[in-house]
């Protein structure tokens, strides 16, 4: 079955960069794209970015261009995703999900704060 | 960028009753290739969203047949036939016809009356 699992919870300071991983298993990693979307404490989901798991071609919402960088390992079935220049504003939950939207990852908790 | 606006945002119910959530955008979300990419999840506290419906009414494995979706353009709706303890939750519309970006609705948050 589809599972993405994804790394630990991160404590970073503001300025700082963090990099999630999301491990894939269960499909062929290559045939898949992968978004990447958020959720601050109590609000809604977020979209931010969408790679394409076979050239690994990336699409980011305009709100994160120029910290936001997503990439894949295919030989690892694995996704990543760095932002940098953390803000408290990016304080949220990270998922990893699949191109149809129909698989998510258990969510990387992120909280920035001095 | 496409804004998706549901109603209620908050929804409270009584068990065994129906309930129903609205979603609507700004643009019509049928795609040139026919089809109309409007995704409905749910989540529940504490857990990741899943994905109940995709391309308007189309439920997903596993999900309950009390769940359906309807409409079309830029009116869409949700709608749980008897509500149960385990649908307590938030809701959310998605759309992916035109993107990028991908937009989600505010969400709808399902309670108990």
């Known amino acids: 079955q589809v599972q993405l699992v994804q790394s630990g919870a991160e404590v970073k300071k503001p300025g700082a960069s963090v990099k999630l991983s999301c491990k894939a298993s269960?499909?062929?990693?290559?045939?898949?794209?992968m978004h990447w979307v958020r959720q601050a404490p109590g609000q809604g989901l977020e979209w931010m970015a969408w790679i394409i798991g076979g050239n690994g071609d990336t699409r980011y919402s305009q709100k994160f261009q120029g910290r936001l960088i997503i990439t894949r390992d295919t030989y690892s079935s694995t996704g990543y995703m760095e932002l940098r220049s953390l803000r408290s504003e990016d304080t949220a939950v990270y998922y990893c999900?699949?191109?149809?939207?129909?698989?998510w990852g258990q969510g990387t908790l992120v909280t920035v704060s001095s | 960028d496409v804004v998706l606006t549901q109603s209620p945002l908050s929804l409270p119910v009584t068990l065994g009753q129906p309930a129903s959530i609205s979603c609507r955008s700004t643009h019509s979300l049928v795609h040139s290739d026919g089809n109309t990419y409007l995704i409905w999840f749910q989540q529940r506290p504490g857990q990741s969203p899943r994905r109940l419906i995709y391309k308007v009414s189309t439920r997903d494995s596993g999900v309950p047949d009390r769940f359906s979706g309807s409409g079309s353009g830029t009116d869409f709706t949700l709608k749980i036939s008897r509500v149960e303890a385990e649908d307590f939750g938030v809701y959310y519309c998605?759309?992916?016809?035109?993107?990028?970006?991908?937009?989600f609705g505010q969400g709808t948050k399902v309670e108990l009356k």
């Open positions: 998605m759309q992916g016809t035109y993107w990028p970006p991908w937009t």
């Open positions: 269960g499909y062929t990693f290559a045939d898949y794209n």
């Open positions: 999900l699949t191109g149809a939207f129909d698989y």
